[in-house]
């Protein structure tokens, strides 16, 4: 098992020994699941976290030209605090609609916040631009990634792919092939 030295919060540079959790997977941590979705035609997808409860989540956005959806829900002071799902597409602006379709699976499952009678999920995501990757982009009247949101929650648990899978499954950086990975470690 690899080790590895971590600063600890508030420890002043003091280095504590971690080690990666049993899968080394995000899903190391209870209650969260992974669902992956692509179309091969496409050659794009949709990678998607979800939590058994609302779960708290910041954000940090870096770089310019990013591409983000309730982002601002999660910057300090706003006020939202907790989210009911994280979703990561290709598609660059159009892979934005991949969030409604996990907020569209979340509501039917009665997940989100109560609004009156109204059952709203706060289901922040970021995308990647993958649009010249090769894959057909021609999906006529309306992008696929609405679909492939609510696909991939309907794929989610512990055990996921890795590479390419889900948002990862088209993503490249210049001419190198690019993938979707996880880590976790245990402090």
């Known amino acids: 098992m690899v080790r590895h030295l971590v600063p600890c919060p508030g420890s002043n540079g003091v ?17 969260l699941r992974v669902g992956n979705s692509h179309d091969e035609k496409l050659r794009s997808g949709v990678t998607v976290l979800l939590c058994d409860g609302p779960m708290n989540a910041a954000l940090d956005i870096r770089g310019g030209g990013t591409g983000t959806r309730e982002a601002s829900a999660l910057e300090v002071g706003g006020v939202v605090q ?51 990757n090769g894959g057909d982009k021609d999906w006529g009247k309306r992008p696929p990634y609405q679909e492939l949101g609510f696909a991939a929650c309907g794929n989610a648990a512990a055990e996921f792919s890795l590479g390419a899978a889900g948002a990862g499954y088209g993503a490249t950086t210049f001419n190198l092939k690019g993938g979707l990975g996880s880590a976790s470690v245990v402090t």
């Not at 997940?111 to 706060?122: L, Y």
Request: proline fraction near 6%; include cysteine; aromatic fraction near 6%.
């Open 15 to 31: 280095r504590a020994l971690s080690a990666p959790g049993p899968r080394n997977l995000i899903t190391d941590i209870a209650g």
């Open 82 to 132: 907790q989210v009911h799902g994280l979703v990561l597409s290709g598609g660059s602006a159009f892979g934005l609609d991949a969030a409604t379709g996990v907020q569209s699976w979340l509501r039917a499952k009665g997940q989100g916040f109560m609004i009156g009678e109204a059952c709203v999920p706060i289901v922040p995501q970021a995308i990647l631009f993958d649009l010249l």
